[in-house]
């Protein structure tokens, strides 16, 4: 076997080892879904529920509210352009659970009221209020709607780097009805085996898919029967549902080295034939 042999084959492996060190071969790969009773949690942080009103097409309340110098909605900013939850006094301590097993559950509620009304939850009316019919002309307008964005990540295999995306969501109001909506949200445990002679495992724990469930009811009868005023409620909640994923790149690797060994070893031993033959 001639030199170019040997260089080409040679060539080849360094190739493969340079697709292997940049993840640009497709790793093994494994998913499930899972019912559990155990304990499911995610940790709250002001990232996990994003939401604002538009009261037209790219036109939120902040604009509109800006423009009239008139409140009607109370906000508390972390991401541009979208109101968030403030979890900072509580997000070392509280997360987002659900055991079945052990009959424990939290949720995040968001309420939506008109801004005058007050019951045993919001006890304040702040000032330079919309009026009624201000905040009725918002409610009504066919093009108004509640947009939600839920927090959602995934391990891109090429990178293996977590990326951080949204759902998003656009729920219509009603003046007269109360509406109650539920976003159950799946935990997706991804698990990295990686490395080139000694195995390294990462595991990363992140919400990644939501299934909405809604209500509908006649908001007078709901006042009177449970003694709330708010137009909507939003619960956030988690699944009994766990999608799990493996990715594992191991194995290739070592498939890989041991076909790569085994060719540069025969190589070099039909070269060296070939010398002593010709001596």
Do not use: W
């Not at 902040?62 to 979890?87: P, R």
């Not at 424990?104 to 007050?118: H, Q």
């Amino acid at each position: 076997m001639s030199m170019i042999t040997i260089m080409t084959i040679f060539g080849y492996s360094v190739y493969l080892f340079q697709l292997q060190f940049s993840n640009q071969i497709n790793p093994k790969y494994s998913s499930q879904s899972f019912v559990t009773e155990d304990k499911i949690d995610v940790n709250l942080n002001e990232g996990l529920v994003g939401f604002r009103y538009e009261n037209s097409i790219n036109l939120n309340l902040d604009d509109l509210q800006n423009q009239n110098n008139k409140n009607y909605l109370c906000s508390s900013n972390y991401l541009q352009g979208v109101n968030c939850f403030d979890f900072q006094q509580i997000q070392n301590n509280y997360t987002l659970t659900l055991s079945r097993k052990d009959n424990i559950a939290s949720f995040t509620i968001l309420f939506v009221y008109k801004y005058k009304e007050i019951n045993s939850l919001k006890t304040q009316v702040p000032s330079n209020c919309a009026s009624d019919i201000e905040i009725g002309n918002l409610i009504y307008n066919p093009y108004a709607s509640l947009r939600l964005k839920l927090f959602a990540s995934q391990i891109y295999t090429t990178s293996l780097q977590n990326q951080i995306n949204y759902r998003n969501s656009a729920l219509y109001l009603s003046q007269n009805q109360f509406s109650f909506y539920s976003y159950k949200t799946q935990k997706q445990i991804t698990t990295l085996k990686n490395g080139y002679l000694f195995q390294q495992k990462q595991e990363h724990t992140l919400p990644i898919q939501y299934s909405q469930v809604s209500m509908l009811s006649n908001r007078q009868q709901f006042q009177q029967a449970i003694g709330q005023a708010e137009i909507a409620e939003l619960a956030i909640q988690m699944d009994e549902i766990i999608q799990q994923i493996q990715y594992s790149t191991q194995q290739l690797q070592k498939y890989q080295l041991n076909v790569i060994t085994n060719q540069l070893f025969q190589c070099v031993v039909e070269f060296q034939q070939e010398l002593l033959h010709k001596r």
